[in-house]
Structures are given as C-alpha cells and as structure tokens.
C-alpha cells in the first residue's frame, strides 16, 4: 500500500518534464517521477508496473496517438490523467477527455493549478478507501506442517503480481510465525505493535507497520523482538485491525495458526474464504474433520466457505482422494503436487514459487486457486447466504 501519492510525469519534452516533477516534488507527500518517451511506443504507460496514482502527460504534436493509446485500456489500468497542452486545441481537449483526463492545463503550468489536482487527487483516495472491504481469504492447517504457510504466501504473492488490486499477507501466527523469511524481509515495527496501537491506526499509520516487497505485496507480520503467544493477542484488536486492513486494500490473505483462540475465531468469522490445507494421512483427516466440526459448531461457519487444500498431492497414497471426499462430504477439494525441492528452496532463499519457478506443476496449481478466489461470488456477495459450487470446479 502506498499513501504517498505516485505520480508519473511523461512525455516528450525533457525540459519541461523536470520542471514539472519538481514542481510536484514541492507539494508535500508527492513522489514524482519521469518517463521521457522517444521514439517507440507511444503508450506513455507502456510496461509501467505498478501503475502510478496519477499521470500527467505533457502532450506532443503526436497527442492523438498518445491519447488514444490512453483511452484503449481497459479502465482499471488508467490512473487519474492530467494533460498539460494548449487549450487553444479543441479537438486535443476532446480527445483528452475521451482518455479519461480530469483536468487540463496550458503550460506553463502555475503551482495552484497542481495544488489543486493534488487536492483532489487525495480526497478522491480518501473516499474510495473509506468505502473499501478487502477480499480475505484465511489459510489454516488441519495438521501443523501440512504447507499452510506456504500456500498462504504464494497464493498472496499471486494476487499481488497479477493486477493491480492492492494485496497485504498477514502472518497471524505471532508465535512461531515464519512468512518474513519467505519473502527475505526483516519486520522492524511488526503486528503486535500495530495491534498495541490498533485505535491510532489508519491507512497511512499502517505503512509504518507493513513490510513491503518488490512485487507490490506488504506483509503485515511479528517483529523478530516481539515474543507475544497467540492467547494474549486481545481478539476486539484483531478485529479493529483487520477493519482498517480491509480499507486500505483490495485482498488480504491470512496466515493462521492451528490454535483455534479468539484471535484465530475473530479471522475465520470474517474470512470469505478459508483454506484448510491437509496432507495425505488418517491422522490429517481425522484433525481435518475436528476442525471442520469446531467450525460449523462453535463458530457457525457453513462449509461453502471452505475449500479443502490436499498439500503434496499424490495420487498413489493409500489415502486417496475418495477417502478424504467422504471424510469431508459436500467440501470442495483442490490439489496442490509435491514438489519438495522447488518449494523448500524457495523458503530458503526467500523468494516465492512465482519468481522462482513461474511454470513449475505446484506455481501453476497455485494461480489456478488464486484465480478462483478472484471469482469467488463472495467477492460481491459477502457471506451472505449459503454458497453453491457456482464458478469452482471441483478438482476430483
Ligand atoms: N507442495 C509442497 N511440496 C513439497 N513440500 C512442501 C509443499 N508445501 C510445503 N512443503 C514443505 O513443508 C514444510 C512445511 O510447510 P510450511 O512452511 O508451509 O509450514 P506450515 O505448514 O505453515 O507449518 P506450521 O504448522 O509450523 O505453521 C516446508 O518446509 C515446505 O518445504
Ligand atoms: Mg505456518
């Protein structure tokens, strides 16, 4: 999550795109950047990722293919526009207007005019954050060690990758919690002080707390100082944080520990989805069925909220996936392959299974779930009532 405003500045002329970042710079919290288009594509957002708040073109003599190159994408992917060029030009006015541009000004441009935008720009963010709920999906193990984590984090750092939806992992798990290493990062203030402040907390107070990674994710996880058991973390304060997560982005994945408290309750009610991550054994199912009675029972959690991962899927186990469909009826089963050395390397040298082996069977298995809680219903129809297997496929 960024709150400082990005903003690009692009153009043709060289000149006038630095006075006009510097001009930006000069505006509080504004990091301004540069792209000085040459010959090539005139999509002045061309291989831009991530995309930044706002873009402010400078328009040339080549403006209609430069605008147009602007209107043909698709909505999502086109920030708020300024355009800066002659107003004298009716025809460039209107096609800017086609592009989706906000305002327009002649150069050269005077500090209140982007005062102004920059105004806007805020309140505009100020208001869609305010009326945004995240996605959550919660990742729990039925067994300690059955991958929870790292379906958790891949599938987090998926969502990230793949659009422009802002993505936070939180690992809940404030013990024995381990997702850091996963992504090679170092938590300085972690959760539990996010929690400890929870009721100062904000979207922008927040991105002190997260760490964020090179693929646009933040991770939301203890601080290596932080030695807190799960059973101290106050569940009204997970609440309140999980509040203020679910306004500032679009996904939240949830790690989870096994230990069903409070905390863990407080996730799981709130999840539209969970994820019970399970290996092939007696022992895993039976721990799996437990845990799918203390959802329904204690915490009235139906199971079309659930989806059954089986972790290092192997398809000549003596517990076969016949098994485990009648162990948990009516549940919906993915697999996910084994692939000890891949996914233990990617632990090791902290780097996800997407950036280490895009085309692996285990990466590609894990976009596909990804892809399917992007069309979970529950996306626009919040645990409303009870879901059917409309848009998943059951993988048996
Ligand atoms: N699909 C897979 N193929 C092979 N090995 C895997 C796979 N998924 C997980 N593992 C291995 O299983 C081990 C445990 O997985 P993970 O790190 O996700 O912990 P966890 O299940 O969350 O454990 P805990 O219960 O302690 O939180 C890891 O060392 C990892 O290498
Ligand atoms: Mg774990």
């Known amino acids: 999550m960024r ?30 950047s ?25 328009v040339s003599e080549n403006w209609e293919a430069e605008l147009s190159a602007l209107s043909e994408r698709p909505a999502t992917e086109r920030p708020p526009l300024l355009v800066i060029g ?74 990230a990758n793949s659009s422009e939806r802002r993505t936070a992992l939180i690992d809940l798990d404030v013990q024995f919690g381990a997702l850091p290493l996963y992504f090679n990062l170092t938590p300085r203030n972690g959760l539990v002080r996010a929690l400890e402040l929870v009721d100062s907390l904000d979207a922008v107070a927040l991105e002190g707390y997260v760490q964020p990674h090179r693929s646009g994710l933040d991770l939301l996880a203890s601080a290596p100082d932080e030695l807190v058991s799960v059973a101290d973390v106050p569940e009204s304060r997970v609440e309140l944080l999980l509040q203020v997560m679910g306004q500032a982005y679009d996904d939240l994945v949830v790690d989870l520990p096994r230990w069903i408290s409070g905390s863990t309750a407080v996730v799981l009610e709130h999840a539209d989805r969970i994820l019970v991550v399970l290996e092939q054994s ?48 009516e549940q919906v089963i993915v697999t996910l392959p084994n692939d000890f ?34 069309e979970d219903p529950h996306q626009s129809s919040r645990k409303s009532s009870g879901w059917s297997l409309f848009g998943w496929t059951r993988s048996y």
Do not use: C, W
Not at 5 to 18: P, Q, T, Y
């Open 3 to 32: 709150y400082r405003l990005e903003i690009l500045v692009a153009g043709r002329s060289r000149e006038e795109l630095v006075m006009l970042r510097d001009l930006l710079g000069q505006q509080g919290d504004v990091n301004a």
């Open 34 to 58: 540069v792209r000085h288009i040459t010959n090539g594509h005139t999509d002045p957002l061309h291989d831009v990722h991530p995309l930044p708040d706002a873009l402010v073109l400078v």
């Open 86 to 159: 002659h107003k004298g030009n009716v025809e460039l006015i209107r096609v800017a207007m086609r592009a989706g541009a906000r305002d327009f000004f002649t150069p050269p441009v005077a500090e209140d005019e982007i005062a102004g935008f920059l105004q806007q720009l805020a309140r505009d963010r100020q208001a869609e954050s305010a009326r945004r709920t995240a996605h959550m999906t919660a990742v729990i193990n039925a067994k300690g060690g059955s991958g929870a984590s790292t379906v958790a984090a891949n599938l987090a750092h998926i969502l």
């Open 282 to 329: 007696v022992a895993h199912l039976r721990d799996a069925k437990r845990l799918m009675s203390i959802l329904r029972q204690e915490l009235q959690i139906g199971g079309s909220r659930v989806t059954i991962v089986v972790n290092r899927y192997d398809k000549r186990s003596p517990v076969g996936l016949g098994d485990i469909r009648e162990a948990l009826p």
């Open 341 to 374: 050395r891949r996914v233990t390397e990617s632990i090791n040298v902290g780097s996800p299974l997407l950036e280490l082996a895009r085309k692996a069977p285990v990466t590609r298995d894990l976009v596909t779930l990804s892809r399917r809680l992007r």
